[in-house]
Antibody, heavy 125, light 111 residues
Framework: QAHLVESGGGVIQPGGSLRLSCVASGFTFSKYGMHWVRQAPGKGLEWVAFIQYDGTRNYYADSVKGRFTISRDVSKDTLYLEMNSLRIEDTAVYYC??????????????????WGQGTLVTVSS | QAVLTQPPSVSGAPGQRVTISCTGSSSNIGAGYDVHWYQQLPGTAPKLLIYDTNYRPSGVPDRFSGSKSGTSASLAITGLQPEDEAYYYCQSYDSPLSGSLFGGGTKLNVL
């Protein structure tokens, strides 16, 4: 049973930086690409970033491109999201999410079958 | 900018059938990419409801079904139950974006 646990959220001033972590268990982390998805308070889901299973390709939403960096450490079964130049509009619960597809080239476009509990990032002065 | 459009809310009485639409464009749903649906209860993470347009994960009742035509997709829920009251989100892949898109979400009210 796949399980994801995020951490690293908190209150940060505009322009600041924060790194989120997501520890994976219950599946072979090195075989799966991973997403970050966020949800602003009272709003819908927004895809943020995806990293390919081998870490060789990353993709970002336009809203975070150039400011956020997704990475992974397979030795620690951990996914990261480095967030710089944070803006008030980045305030959200951040979820890490695992695709259900086992075939690597289908993972970026496939459904998410496991979500973490989320970690809240609040950008405020 | 690519978007997936859902109605803000739909309503139905217990036992009735409702549908939730998800309208995209030629760069996502219309390009042939699958659509996935999620249910989200307040304060919880989303739960996968339908994947690859019309497949249900184990444990999801067959009251839930999905379909797709052209640039749109739909989630149908039959035999509405009070516990179905939740937010529902569609998701697809957008080629120019090289990433996922989520619809804005639909609140299902069970009257």
């Amino acid at each position: 049973q796949a399980h994801l646990v995020e951490s690293g959220g908190g209150v940060i001033q505009p322009g600041g930086s924060l790194r989120l972590s997501c520890v994976a268990s219950g599946f072979t982390f090195s075989k799966y690409g991973m997403h970050w998805v966020r949800q602003a308070p009272g709003k819908g889901l927004e895809w943020v970033a995806f990293i390919q299973y081998d870490g060789t390709r990353n993709y970002y939403a336009d809203s975070v491109k150039g400011r956020f960096t997704i990475s992974r450490d397979v030795s620690k079964d951990t996914l990261y999201l480095e967030m710089n130049s944070l803006r008030i509009e980045d305030t959200a619960v951040y979820y890490c999410a695992k695709p259900g597809a086992m075939t690597w080239y289908l993972q970026a476009r496939g459904a998410v079958d496991c979500w973490g509990q989320g970690t809240l990032v609040t950008v405020s002065s | 900018q690519a978007v997936l459009t859902q109605p803000p809310s739909v309503s139905g009485a217990p036992g009735q059938r409702v549908t939730i639409s998800c309208t995209g464009s030629s760069s996502n749903i219309g390009a042939g990419y699958d659509v996935h649906w999620y249910q989200q209860l307040p304060g919880t993470a989303p739960k996968l409801l339908i994947y690859d347009t019309n497949y249900r994960p184990s444990g999801v009742p067959d009251r839930f079904s999905g379909s797709k035509s052209g640039t749109s997709a739909s989630l149908a829920i039959t035999g509405l139950q009070p516990e179905d009251e939740a937010y529902y989100y569609c998701q697809s892949y957008d080629s120019p974006l090289s990433g996922s898109l989520f619809g804005g979400g639909t609140k299902l009210n069970v009257l």
